[in-house]
């Protein structure tokens, strides 16, 4: 069966986008709600810099519509500061917060590594042991160690997405035989400012539209400009059904 895939942006309050984006009579207390009526996920980094409480994920879940889906970033506790090192009951009271918070509308869990963590089959191993499988979880690895045939099987055999990206230091593979395909656009080769182009946004589309039986989570991170918002309504058009 087709799957729609979700398109949406990992951020939303951005001035630079009123007019653009937001109308100018809209306050900034009502943005969010206002992306909700165009997108239908949404990336929460926000999780990264600080741990969620109980009460935030409930506030998030109580204003989006209902067929709406967050991905969640794990702490950089874990994954920056401590690099999965005695996490256990931080990572237990992340996956337990996002779940009881967001109920049916929490999607991917994602789990981003530092630049200098480099690839080694210990490191692998260590990683998957410390994660729930019940979950949905991607990892975006950001040193080019990881792109190896090794740490793909290991991962898809463990149900792990390997998590997909343009970045201006990495491979730009789309995985497509991952459970799910997860996206991450950060702008290239401006990180966090560079837009794509139509050409290849149609690209990435085509790929997915070729495995359009798995879920899709496409996610534009250049959002330090009006790049992202404008490329993310423009991957929905070129979704949208003929």
Known sequence: ????????????????????????????SKWFEY?????????????FYKFPTLKTM??????????????VKAPKEITHTKKFVDCEALINDFYSICDNGLKDK????????????QYSAEKLLFIINQLDLNFDNIIEFRH?????PEVWKELDKNNITFCSVSHPQLPETIFTTFPIIYIRLHGNTKMFYSDYSTEKLNTINDIISRNDTKQTFIYFNNTASTAGILNALEMKKINQPK
């Open 1 to 28: 069966m087709k799957k729609i895939p979700y398109i949406g942006c990992s951020s939303f309050y951005n001035s630079y986008w009123k007019k653009v984006f937001y109308p100018e009579d809209i306050p900034s």
């Open 35 to 47: 992306y909700c009526t165009h997108f239908n996920t949404y990336e929460m980094n926000g999780t």
């Open 58 to 71: 409930e506030d998030w879940y109580q204003k989006t519509p209902e067929d709406f889906l967050f991905s």
């Open 106 to 117: 929490l999607g991917p869990i994602l789990f981003q590594l530092p630049p200098s963590y």
């Open 144 to 148: 080019q160690s990881w792109w190896i």
